[in-house]
């Protein structure tokens, strides 16, 4: 059973006050937006959230997702993700983790990650740009779990996925699926603007 981990936790300290998991994306705030597709393609989906964030928790309201709040998220974003793998499912053979600040990530771009997984379970997937830039999401087999769960301070992954470098294979996103995180306001009205402006021929 593959899980999908949605890295919550952070302080959105660049926002100056505001929230970006908060941001409107769809009609919803963005972190129930990526939540619903992560439904969309997997029953197991875990949402890490920072210990007082009422708002946030909120925004999962009624979603079949599991919360855990991750009381040293200051630390840096390995202890997010370690909290996540600690409250993974026994049964659970991988699990696709990205940040909750990319609003492009689509549940066609997840779905991708899952079929991936089906056909080679002990292989390392990672999501690249169409130009070829390494991204989120990551998927980690079960193999990888102890190690994940060993991290510490604020580099993620990255030792792990340069320990492991010859499991790896990369998954194309559309566009900048891949890439794009909104930390700043301006960011973010840079993104919508880019949305709604008309395709051209």
Same mark, same amino acid.
């Given at each position: ?145 102890? @190690? ?5 301070? &604020? *580099?993620?992954?990255?030792? %792990?996925?340069? =320990? #492991?470098?010859?499991?790896?294979? /990369?998954?194309?996103?559309?566009? @900048? ?5 909104? &930390? *700043?306001?301006?960011?973010? %009205?840079?993104? =919508? #603007?880019?949305?709604?402006?008309? /395709?051209?021929?």
């Amino acid at each position: 059973m593959l899980s999908i981990l949605l890295l919550a936790a952070g302080a959105s300290s660049r926002m100056r006050g505001g929230d970006k998991l908060l941001e409107k994306v769809n009609g919803a705030p963005l972190l129930r937006t990526l939540a619903m597709r992560s439904l969309d393609v997997c029953d197991s989906v875990i949402v890490t959230l920072p210990p007082k964030n009422a708002k946030r928790l909120a925004a999962l309201d009624g979603l079949k997702v599991t919360t855990t709040l991750v009381q040293d998220a200051y630390l840096g974003m390995a202890h997010s993700l370690r909290a996540g793998i600690d409250v993974l499912q026994p049964t659970a053979s991988g699990v696709v983790i990205f940040p909750a600040d990319m609003p492009d990530l689509s549940a066609e771009d997840l779905q991708l990650f899952v079929n991936a997984h089906s056909a080679a379970p002990e292989t390392i997937f990672r999501g690249i740009s169409e130009t070829g830039q390494p991204g989120h999401p990551v998927l980690f087999p079960k193999s990888c779990f102890v @190690e994940l769960g060993a991290l510490s301070g &604020d *580099t993620g992954a990255r030792d %792990v996925l340069r =320990r #492991k470098q010859d499991l790896i294979e /990369t998954i194309a996103l559309p566009n @900048e699926h891949a890439l794009t995180d909104l &930390d *700043t306001p301006e960011q973010w %009205v840079s993104w =919508r #603007k880019s949305k709604s402006a008309p /395709t051209t021929s």
